[in-house]
């Protein structure tokens, strides 16, 4: 019997606002404005608001990606009018996909568990667009240490939909492996969790921890990598 271990990709494997503000640098700058940690900070808060409508289905990934950059480039004081969002956005995710960032830890976690777990294998479940998500994995080389890799935008529904698992469940093909989902974010991995009836642990909790924990049935909880292999191997070793 497998272990499988479904690890989100964004600050829990991958440092993503290091590549986040290297990509939006870049766009900014080719429409000749300057780019601040201010500005930097604006994007990052309606990116996430809007991130939170996608997952919820309230708007589209289209819409989201023209959102985004035309708030960025009113903030800016441009006629927006005259600029093609989408074609930035694309820009935008192509330069991130070639500036991937790992946390400090992260390969040496999953050669951990390669190593040392019996049975183990290793999944990225991610929201968002598949080349920024296959380009950074393999720019930082983790691409090396995983068995597959699942992206919202190919799959054609995002997390925490229990679909979403569906189709993760069928492409594995392991009705009887043993699955854990680990991230960072409540809304969509430890949600998406729930949603699909599967362990979880949420990797650097934050905020009225016992709260959620009990809100969304989180199994575990970890603050270090080290922290969270003891977590993983000890689960992986309950049915010997």
């Not at 330069?95 to 183990?120: F, Q």
Request: proline share 1%; glycine share 8%.
């Amino acid at each position: 019997m497998h272990h499988i271990f479904l690890f989100d990709l964004d600050m829990t494997l991958l440092d993503f606002h290091a590549s986040e503000y290297i990509g939006l640098k870049t766009v900014v700058e080719a429409e000749g404005f300057e780019f601040d940690d201010e500005l930097y900070g604006y994007f990052k808060a309606r990116n996430k608001e809007l991130w939170l409508e996608l997952e919820k289905g309230t708007v589209s990934r289209t819409e989201l990606f023209e959102t985004r950059f035309r708030l960025l480039y009113e903030r800016c004081g441009a006629d927006t009018s005259k600029i093609d969002l989408l074609k930035r956005n694309a820009e935008f995710i192509s330069t991130m996909s070639r500036n991937g960032v790992a946390m400090d830890g992260a390969e040496g976690l999953l050669k951990k568990i390669r190593d040392n777990i019996k049975d183990a294998k290793v999944y990225i479940i991610t929201n968002g667009a598949q080349i920024n998500a296959e380009g950074r994995i393999r720019s930082t080389g983790l691409d090396k240490l995983i068995d597959g890799l699942f992206v919202s935008e190919t799959m054609g529904v995002n997390k925490p939909a229990k679909e979403y698992f569906d189709i993760v469940f069928d492409k594995i093909g392991e009705p009887d492996a043993r699955y854990m989902v680990i991230g960072d974010s409540l809304t969509s991995d430890m949600l998406g969790a729930k949603n699909a009836g599967l362990k979880s642990c949420w990797f650097m909790p934050e905020g009225d921890i016992d709260k959620a924990m009990t809100e969304y049935d989180i199994d575990h909880k970890a603050s270090s990598y080290d922290e969270l292999y003891d977590i993983l191997k000890n689960w992986a070793s309950e049915d010997k």
